[in-house]
């Protein structure tokens, strides 16, 4: 079956440091791949997606690229900052089929950025 | 935007009690789902459907139970609620298969 790994945190970095959330993933067919976050006390609210090979997604300086040759999809940013604490789940959706399918998603990394 | 409602936020319910948590989108998408959130476990697909009146299970459905009478409520229902059951549920809507799936904010189930 389909499956999400991820690096399991946490993960702490002081501001302005360079992030990277490691994900890889199994699936039958040509998923499409997710990023989500959830911040404290919040349900989960999507970051970014790609739908195919070679693909980058980006959102609010995050971006991550579809490697279909290392079933991979790694989350990085720049510089972050204090706000961008929160759990980051890597997700994806296989749908050889037809119908709805829900999301694989990874056990989640929960990033702690200090000042 | 998006919006999805989840009926309550935290819950207390004792051991056998039945258990309902709703969910409302408000963008006519066809597909709804439920999610629990343990620590260490990640997201688990409980049940989804894609039409009124149609569900499926997905990986973890024992216990659960759903249904959907119109197309933006899709509620989960905890037949005899047993302290396992004790988790983060959270439900989402996407507009199909493949697409971005929209969450609502979560249910806190506390089963004493």
């Known amino acids: 079956g389909d499956s999400v790994t991820q690096m399991e945190g946490p993960v702490t970095l002081s501001e302005e440091a360079f992030l990277t959330i490691n994900c890889t993933y199994t699936a039958t067919g040509y998923p499409s791949l997710f990023w989500y976050v959830q911040y404290p006390g919040e349900g989960l609210q999507l970051l970014l997606k790609?739908?195919?090979?070679?693909d980058k997604g980006s959102n609010k300086g995050f971006e991550a690229t579809y490697r279909k040759e290392t079933t991979s999809f790694h989350l990085e940013k720049g510089s972050v900052q204090v706000s961008d604490s929160a759990v980051y789940f890597c997700?994806?959706?296989?749908?050889?089929?037809?119908?709805?399918?829900?999301?694989?998603f990874g056990k989640g990394t929960h990033l702690i950025i200090q000042p | 935007d998006v919006k999805v409602t989840q009926s309550s936020r935290y819950l207390v319910k004792r051991t056998g009690e039945k258990v309902f948590l709703e969910c409302v989108q408000d963008?006519?998408?066809?597909?709804m789902f439920w999610y629990r959130q343990d620590p260490g476990l990640g997201l688990r697909l409980i049940y989804f459907s894609y039409d009124v009146k149609m569900k499926e299970k997905g990986d973890i459905p024992e216990g659960y139970s759903v249904s959907r009478e119109k197309k933006e409520r899709f509620s989960l229902i905890l037949e005899s609620a047993s302290t396992n059951q004790t988790s983060m549920y959270l439900c989402?809507?996407?507009?199909?298969?493949?697409?971005?799936?929209?969450f609502g904010p979560g249910t806190r189930l506390l089963v004493l």
């Open positions: 790609a739908t195919k090979a070679d």
């Open positions: 989402a809507s996407s507009p199909g298969q493949g697409k971005t799936q929209y």
């Open positions: 963008m006519d998408h066809e597909n």
């Open positions: 997700a994806l959706s296989d749908t050889p089929g037809g119908g709805a399918d829900g999301l694989t």
